[in-house]
């Protein structure tokens, strides 16, 4: 590799000691790509070295869309960590930034090593994230980031400082799980096979070249069964759309008309705080406030009945509060709904029957019945409470989580059902 690098220092009046060639500064017309674009392919093409990675997956796109076919990969630091721990939470994630700062992961059991080891690695939107200015030139709350080549150029020695920083971390957390995995026995049929990092070696690492090789080629598709299952999801996306548009009309008669694929009308329905318009109750951002009111027609005699309720809300907003911890990025739906299964959002007899799920919409008005239900699997939401529990605060949770999977349909069938059925 020494000579390699020497080369291109020769070839691109570069010092061999700080070579550094960012690729997307590397292109047709560059005065450096010849030179750039043959000897790292040379490098990254050969099954020697061997080289480690934090989700090949992603970068070996990055870099094949630059003309350049890597080779000699082996390792991917994020299944290793899957591997090792697969019970991580969302919200700890198999980041690089997430895992180096895992004392879990990182510790050696010796305080001046662990020091250095779970320092982590820093995001790039605390290294190189600036605050968007408002309207009136002052500084908001939301953070962004330059695109990358405009960072390459602008912060130059930040960005090199940050990509071998990267590259000396993913390296250390390597290291680290390796000697875990290590430690672990491999099972197979009731006899040790070897350790885990040994299973990796032999099904996960070849896999992780296959998977890529998949993303990048393709893969074939039966169209004519996602023709059918795309029927059957665009029948489970009607249920579940009728069923929330049955619960909204029993507060308010004219959401059996709404469109829930609309966000402007969802939010109007669930989030609107004029005190003016056709409600069915208020989830508010600011206090939290749950507001179940009247239904008014004439704005100017509008006449409302306040019932609140306080629950807590998600900061979905991205506000910083000072002393407060970072607001958590979730879906305010999910969390209104909690955490209900399949079975209760899809159940007919507990929304409608044949009768109410047309295509029209809501036809008859039926009561819910709890013969037979077994609740003990749900875990309800905040908007159990904020109805009042019992029957009121279920219907609530399964109406609101049945609209969600609406979203999720939707998502399912623009995203893919219908992009795979496309020559």
Known sequence: MRGYLEEIGHLTKLDPQDTWLPITESRNGNAYYSAFHTLTSGIATLPSPTSVWHNYSFDSHIIGNNGIKLAGFHVDTMHLAQLFDSSRTTDEGYSLEALTS?????????????????????????????????????????????????????ERRSWIRYSALDAMNTLKLFNRLKEKLMHVPWFLKGSIQGTMYDFYEKCWRPFGVLLVKMESEGILVDKVHLSKIEKLVVGDKQIVADKFRWWASKYCEDAKYMNVGSNTQIRQLLFDDTSRRYLIFLFSYSCGLCVHQ??????????????????????????????????????????FAGNIPSNHIYRIDNACNDEYVTEEGIMDNHKLSDTGTDYEDCSYGIAFEAFGGGNKGREACEAIAALCETSAIDSLITNFIIPLQVN
């Open 102 to 154: 895992d004392p879990k992961i990182m510790s050696q059991g010796n305080s001046d090593d662990d020091v250095e080891l779970i320092s982590g690695k820093m995001s790039m939107k605390s290294i190189f994230g600036k605050k968007k200015l408002k309207k009136d030139g002052t500084e908001g709350k939301i953070i962004t980031l330059p695109p990358v080549d405009i960072l390459q150029r602008e």
């Open 294 to 335: 009247s239904r008014g027609r004439n704005e100017m005699n509008f006449e409302s009945k306040l019932l609140s309720k306080l629950f807590k809300v998600l900061n979905t907003e991205k506000i910083f509060e000072e002393g407060k911890k970072a607001p958590l990025n979730a879906d305010a739906l999910k969390v």
